[in-house]
């Protein structure tokens, strides 16, 4: 009673948002009338006013009712789809940089067409971010109608674009794109050395479609950048032959018996393995057995010790890793699958030497290993944006985690026609036999009634599994995972048509409405190619039919064949079903023998459930046990959270040092002189250099053959200090005087030396001298920094703070990286204009003419390699 009274009092932060805009949703819809009367070229010249408007005085906000209404105006025309009011709330959530929760099939494509026109008009970019190619290009295709109507251009930023086109991209007012093209993007244009080759602009507005699934499901891994370094293949697939003497294997199942082992320890939350002190000793007997060690070696030495890194690698890759379900096999490689949504992970993988690993378990061909050249979170490449937003359909139940990391808070939009999908409550079995036996039996009885049913699975090898059961059924069915991630939109666009079993692996198919029918726009486009007879109207009625037979059936069924570690994840699959309006129902099943149930049911409890007399043919159902799984889906989720923000408080440490970095770097490559730079390191560097050689005030302590072996060595000055000063004398005055005519006579000489080349010439190649220092560095900077991050928890048994010992361990680390970095630009500026030069004129000037700094970057890192 006294909760019913407060709700009516004081009334939840997401009412008091949606009443809080209801006032421009009247103003928008005030002004529909009135823009209905304007012709298309009034309508079209809206932008060319608002852009106007910006310029003299006015904000996005006070634009937004007009910029709306123009927006909903021109769909009408354009598209034939006018935006709901819901919609419009929709946009203006998204605008006011928070998340939109709207359910599925409500129009969040039509929505953010809203925010992405309004926030088009001050010139600055607007970066809509969707999760795969598909959809990017699908959305900017469907939308750049509407916005090329209104004067706004529209860029695609997919894979595989060349430099132009993706400069193109980025230019547009609206540019559609993938979450790691725009990373990677990022990233590659930190690493460029000259302002002509950056595409991207400044990051203005961001809006993230299915941003739970962008900012949460993929936050977990960095984008990263690698080159490829020394070749170990073979060492792999020797280590590889020795794990069947280590572990019993069936090959012919994939099977490992490793339950009753004693040699090693699994720790399934962290995916790591350990080997016990008789696994160290087994281990060591083989390598001796098998001659990679002599008799008289320790495994424990420096030189061996790589064997046992290679070996817990192998160990990982065959019991931890598994095919069909953490990646799967194509085309001779090993792609990653994403845990979260089934698809294929192109161009991903798993670093330290474990995807070579898993290659040579699966006997392919093993690439290289990878060096970090860059790297970042997602979590902070996003908040690298000035403004951000993103909708979804399942985000409340992660809104504490937007707000804390991302500051963005979360709206739930309410649906335009009521949700009437029944969502049944979860069936228990004892075992995953009787499992699936009930769900093939829930299908069958869906097919009797021509009752189309989406079957949600958490693996490939789940999907597999009751593909072939239905197979032997002869129930007529669509698979879609990773394995069939092509057709995935046309699988999708078809799965709610009378009859049609779909079987798909988490998530897949986001972004594509199932339409009760079947997609009305895709049969009919397909159907009017083979039949011109067929007119819009005809097949309107023919369609509409169709939609009521699947409607009287009951909808789209769902059903769950387990629960997820995150109820975000399941409530997408029953998302699919009940959109705007329309029947439908859900159900999951489960049993015992599933991960999750594993995780947190006792044994105890399980016999418990035995000495109540319940046989494995039975089955539990009761609203207790639907809470109690959502009590251990939630003790997942926070534990998810905390691993996502342990990575994240680690990497703002990391991402400060980062900043630095690519901000100076940024200085150097948008620089048109950068000789003052050097000289201020030179002359910082001899200062720091002459107050370690000149220690005392005394002049006798002056080591002056040390110093000029440094003059002759370093800046290849030809002069003694003698010759500097004349007579011996001189030099009792001052060691001020001394320090500031030294200084002054190594700038000169180095100002002197310099005036014989070419301004345009010398500019290059200064820049790339700093330039290539800094990548080095950072690069070496990138993978010690990894290292240290990995065995810092170490330093918990020691009663000490890891993230604190991590934050003065890379401070420490970062200003050793500075100093070295000032030394060797310092000595490379003087190594290669001095010595190089002469030798290597030609080379470098052709580099420079045709702008290959790639090959020039390669020839000064040659001879630093070689001085080294």
């Known amino acids: 009673m006294l909760g019913k009274f407060f709700k009516k009092i004081f009334m939840n932060h997401n009412q008091k948002v949606l009443n809080s805009f209801k006032p421009l949703i009247i103003q928008i819809n ?60 929709g946009g203006i959530v998204l605008h006011s940089q928070s998340i939109a929760e709207m359910c599925t099939g409500e129009g969040k494509t039509l929505t953010a067409t809203l925010p992405a026109y309004l926030h088009s008009l001050t010139g600055q970019g607007v970066h809509i971010i969707t999760m795969n190619d598909y959809l990017a290009e699908r959305d900017a295709k469907k939308n750049s109608v509407l916005f090329n109507f209104l004067g706004i251009s529209v ?19 609206i540019t559609y794109g993938t979450n790691h093209e725009y990373g990677f993007d990022y990233l590659r244009d930190n690493m460029i050395f000259s302002h002509s080759e950056k595409v991207q602009r400044n990051l203005y507005f961001g809006l993230i479609d299915e941003i739970d699934s962008i900012l949460i499901d993929e936050a977990r891994t960095p984008l990263v950048i690698s080159g490829a370094t020394q070749n170990n293949n073979d060492l792999y697939f020797q280590i590889n032959e020795l794990i069947p003497f280590f572990i019993a294997i069936n090959y012919s199942q994939k099977q490992i018996d490793y339950k009753n082992n004693l040699n090693f320890v699994i720790d399934y939350k962290r995916k790591q393995i350990n080997l016990t002190e008789k696994g160290m000793k087994k281990f060591e007997n083989l390598l001796i057995k098998k001659k990679f060690l002599s008799s008289i070696s320790s495994l424990y030495t420096s030189k061996n010790i790589i064997f046992l890194h290679h070996f817990l690698l192998a160990l990982r890759a065959h019991i931890l890793f598994l095919r069909n379900i953490d990646y799967i096999v194509m085309n001779k490689k090993v792609i990653i699958v994403d845990e ?86 979860d069936l228990v079995y004892i075992t995953e036999k009787e499992k699936i ?184 159902e009761h609203s207790w046990v639907n809470k109690a799984i959502q009590n251990a889906q939630k003790k997942l989720e926070n534990q998810n959270f905390n691993l996502r923000k342990q990575l994240l408080e680690y990497d703002n440490i990391f991402n400060e040092q980062r900043q630095a970095i690519y901000s100076e770097r940024k200085k150097i490559v948008n620089s048109y002189n950068v000789e003052k730079y050097i000289l201020n390191l030179i002359k910082d560097f001899l200062k720091k250099t002459l107050k370690k050689l000149i220690i005392s005030k005394n002049l006798k302590d002056l080591n002056i053959m040390e110093l000029d072996k440094l003059l002759k060595k370093l800046f290849y000055y030809p002069y003694t200090i003698e010759v500097i000063f004349k007579k011996k004398k001189k030099l009792k005055k001052n060691l001020k005087i001394l320090k500031k005519i030294l200084i002054q006579k190594i700038l000169k000489h180095y100002i002197l030396k310099l005036s014989s080349i070419k301004n345009k010439y010398r500019l290059i190649l200064e820049k790339c001298i700093i330039l290539q220092t800094f990548d080095l560095f950072w690069q070496d900077h990138l993978n010690i920094m990894e290292s240290v991050r990995q065995g810092i928890h170490l330093r918990g048994y020691a009663q000490k703070n890891p993230k604190q010992e991590y934050q003065k361990e890379s401070f420490l680390i970062f200003k050793n990286m500075l100093h070295n970095i000032k030394y060797t630009i310092v000595k490379n500026v003087f190594q290669i204009f001095f010595v190089d030069f002469s030798q290597k004129k030609f080379l470098y000037k052709n580099c420079i003419l045709h702008k290959d700094y790639e090959t020039l970057n390669l020839l000064l890192l040659n001879k630093n390699y070689k001085k080294k």
């Not at 009135?34 to 006015?58: A, G, P, V, Y």
């Not at 403004?387 to 500051?407: D, Q």
Request: proline share 2%.
């Open 30 to 89: 005030q002004l529909e009338q009135i823009f209905s009367q304007l012709s298309d070229e009034e309508l079209k010249n809206k932008t060319l006013e608002f852009r106007r408007r910006l310029k003299i005085e006015e904000t996005l906000d006070s634009l937004l009712p007009e910029a709306f209404a123009t927006v909903r105006e021109a769909s009408k025309r354009v598209l034939g789809m006018r935006h709901f009011d819901v919609q419009l709330l």
């Open 155 to 173: 860029g695609i930023n997919v894979h595989g674009l060349s430099f132009t086109k993706k400069k193109n991209a980025y230019q547009a007012d």
């Open 340 to 425: 979260h949504t089934g698809r294929m992970m192109f161009g991903r993988r798993w670093s330290d030497g474990l995807h070579q690993a898993i290659e040579a378990k699966e006997n392919v061909p093993i690439l290289n290993e990878n060096k970090t050249l860059a790297s970042i979170t997602l979590q902070n490449y996003f908040r690298l944006y000035k403004k951000l937003s993103g909708m979804t359909g399942t985000a409340i139940t992660e809104s504490y985690e937007f707000n804390t990391i991302y500051n963005l808070d979360t709206i739930v939009i309410p649906p335009n026609k009521p949700m009437i999908r029944k969502d049944f409550s």
């Open 437 to 620: 036996k009930a769900i093939i039996k829930d299908i069958c009885q869906c097919v009797s009634r021509k009752q189309p049913v989406l079957v949600g699975t958490i693996s490939i090898q789940k999907s597999e599994m009751i593909s072939n059961y239905l197979k032997k059924m002869n129930i007529s069915h669509n698979i879609l995972n990773a394995k069939f991630h092509a057709q995935e939109a046309k699988i999708i666009s078809s799965a709610g048509q009378l009859s049609a079993v779909t079987i798909a692996t988490n998530m897949a198919g986001r972004g594509t409405d199932i339409v009760l029918g079947g997609s009305f726009f895709t049969q009919f486009e397909k159907n009017f190619l083979f039949n011109k007879k067929y007119t819009y109207k005809i097949y309107k009625k023919e369609w509409k039919k169709r939609h009521q037979l699947v409607v009287e059936t009951g909808g789209l069924h769902i059903i769950g064949t387990e629960r997820h570690e995150s109820r975000r994840i399941d409530n997408q699959l029953c998302g699919r079903s009940g959109r705007q309006g329309d029947p439908g129902s859900s159900r999951f099943y489960l049993s015992l023998e599933d991960s999750l149930m594993k995780l947190f049911i006792s044994k105890k409890t399980i016999q418990m459930i035995y000495s109540l007399g319940i046989n494995s043919k039975q089955v539990i």
